[in-house]
């Protein structure tokens, strides 16, 4: 059988400890907006949109990459300090989890055969989904902006009910995988990719976003965050969950039991089963279901 290609992005923006081997491929994002060179690709070359880093964060890599690096059979994200934890150091209780930046010298960040086969069998790798006491809906609202959510919902709502009911069924859920990882064969991929900045491009021209603080203008990669889940949800794909490990600096890090973990998620899905409130959401969407 062929040998397959296996290629993850490792997305960087500034000096710090770099990962590379046969799979690792570490990318800086932003590089056409940067004065310092990190000794590694850059997402401004070929077919690109590195200028809009600062609204786009890590998707002006994944965008890079869709461009530019086709022949590849599978890839993947991770970033400069997040990554899968391929071989479970870290109980899968956890969605993610700080370790010490001196760590990453023994973590183990090889892509394990028994993933690729699962890989090559049409799984596609995500973390394991974060867990919360309310809907992804108020979640994004309380963190970010329901306007924008608003007319991200109706921008789907032009083009797809396929994902228009993805998106909802997400939104009144208590969970997703966050960061923007995955891994993924290169034909989700390119599915994946064109469905997402198709979508975002077109949001781009109704999206005012002058008053926004620098934070939340980076609304197009914080929407993509739940805009992945939508699509794997959409396309019903079958998911490989790892937990995320966080290199950060220092090791004094609040760190829970796997009991007391256990708990505080039994605890969130009951709040949620017992709390979740739909009638916001209904007035959100009036008007903006398809046909």
Not at 195 to 220: A, C, N, P
Not at 232 to 253: H, I, S
Request: net charge positive; proline share 2%.
């Amino acid at each position: 059988m062929e040998e397959k290609t296996f290629r993850i992005l490792v997305v960087h923006h500034k000096k710090d400890r770099v990962y590379k081997d046969d799979v690792y491929m570490p990318v800086h994002a932003g590089k056409s907006l940067s004065d310092i060179d990190l000794g590694m690709a850059g997402d401004d070359t070929g077919d690109n949109i590195s200028d809009r880093n600062p609204y786009f964060c890590e998707l002006t890599a994944l965008y890079w990459a869709w461009k530019n690096l086709k022949g590849t059979d599978f890839i993947g994200l991770c970033h400069y300090r997040r990554y899968f934890d391929f071989h479970h150091t870290v109980p899968d209780i956890y969605y993610a989890k700080n370790e010490s930046v001196g760590k990453m010298d023994s973590f183990d960040f090889t892509l394990p055969e028994e993933t690729r086969k699962r890989l090559i069998d049409g799984e596609t790798v995500v973390s394991v989904p974060k867990t919360m006491n309310r809907t992804v809906f108020r979640d994004y609202c309380k963190r970010h902006s329901e306007s924008d959510l608003y007319l991200l919902r109706k921008t789907i709502a032009e083009s797809s009910s396929q994902y228009l009911d993805a998106f909802d069924k997400v939104m009144l859920g208590n969970e997703y995988s966050p960061y923007n990882m995955f891994v993924m064969s290169w034909n989700d991929f390119d599915r994946y990719c064109s469905w997402l900045f198709g979508i975002l491009f077109r949001l781009e021209g109704k999206l005012d976003i002058s008053s926004h603080s620098k934070y939340q203008q980076r609304v197009y990669g914080f929407m993509a965050e739940r805009l992945l889940n939508v699509f794997l949800t959409a396309e019903n794909k079958k998911l490989d969950r790892y937990p995320v490990v966080m290199f950060n600096e220092g090791t004094d890090y609040k760190r829970y039991s796997v009991l007391k973990q256990y708990f505080s998620l039994m605890i969130k899905r009951l709040q949620f089963m017992f709390n979740k409130d739909t009638s916001g959401y209904r007035r959100f969407t009036a008007g903006y279901r398809t046909a």
